[in-house]
């Protein structure tokens, strides 16, 4: 993708200092990769570490560009996705500042606008954090 930001932010409302997502590195109608690099100004820095609900917030919004992705090209219209529920959530670890963690997040069942995704986040091979989130996705 040649401009990363303007791409996401189309399939996002969050912006800075709330956007969490640098860049998209796969997508589909089902799956998404995304990288963000934990910088020292993040909001959710505390002791030099990406804290827990960082890592949540980052989840979440990979999870809602797959299907702001999927949905608008479906209904030909912006849609974005807001957390309804976090169904099960492990955290085995935090990002120091400096790092690039990496998510992945799938779509594992859609009814009408309520979506179940999972995701995982990654430093390296390191699992840092495994959700399954709600979703409820609306026109913008």
């Given amino acids: 993708m040649e401009n990363h ?25 089902s799956f998404i990769v995304t990288k963000f690099s934990i910088r020292k100004d993040n909001i959710f820095i505390s002791e030099n570490k990406f804290c827990e609900s960082g890592l949540t917030e980052h989840c979440a919004q990979t999870s809602a560009t797959i299907l702001g992705n999927s949905m608008s090209a479906e209904k030909g219209k912006p849609m974005i996705g807001f957390i309804a529920s976090i169904k099960k959530i492990e955290i085995f670890d935090l990002p120091d500042v ?13 009814y009408e606008n309520i979506c179940q995704v999972k995701c995982e986040t990654f430093l390296g091979e390191k699992l840092l954090l495994q959700a399954e989130i709600s979703m409820f996705v609306q026109e913008i």
């Fill in 5 to 29: 930001l303007a791409y996401i932010q189309n399939l996002l409302p969050h912006r800075a200092p709330m956007l969490m997502v640098d860049e998209i590195l796969e997508i589909t109608d």
């Fill in 98 to 110: 400096g790092e690039n963690i990496i998510s992945k997040a799938e779509l594992i069942s859609r």
